[in-house]
């Protein structure tokens, strides 16, 4: 299973962007999607979530700044940010939790990351 993530950049406070996460290989299904960001010097966290459903989660910080949302057809995740601040400056990780087929005969569940993209929010 390959995660690649896209869109970051280099945006004006107050900008907007928008994060793409595209999953591929041998996947049966996927679970639930996040997106997750490091910051230098401090621990990945948390920044939204999907179910298979369509249920979301976000950090109190990016609530009713950032929007996720998924297209199951094309295995993609995405990230509206909006009223982008300095402090959202990190490096952005796409998580996919999905079902997929190993190759030897088994369906197996697991996590899977992408290298990361890069969003700076400065003037």
């Known amino acids: 299973v390959q995660v690649v993530e896209s869109g970051g950049d280099l945006v004006q406070p107050g900008g907007s962007l928008r994060l793409s996460c595209a999953a591929s290989?041998?996947?049966?299904?996927?679970?639930?999607m996040g997106w997750y960001r490091q910051a230098p010097g401090k621990q990945r966290e948390l920044v939204a979530a999907?179910?298979?459903?369509?249920?979301?989660n976000y950090a109190d910080s990016v609530k009713g700044r950032f929007t996720i949302f998924r297209d199951n057809a094309k295995n993609t995740l995405y990230l509206q940010m909006n009223s982008l601040k300095p402090e959202d400056t990190a490096v952005y990780y796409c998580?996919?939790?999905?079902?997929?087929?190993?190759?030897?005969?088994?369906?197996?569940?697991?996590?899977?990351w992408g290298q990361g993209t890069q969003v700076t929010v400065s003037s």
């Open positions: 290989g041998s996947i049966f299904s996927i679970n639930a």
């Open positions: 998580n996919v939790n999905c079902r997929y087929y190993d190759g030897r005969g088994h369906y197996m569940t697991g996590d899977f």
């Open positions: 999907i179910t298979s459903g369509g249920r979301t």
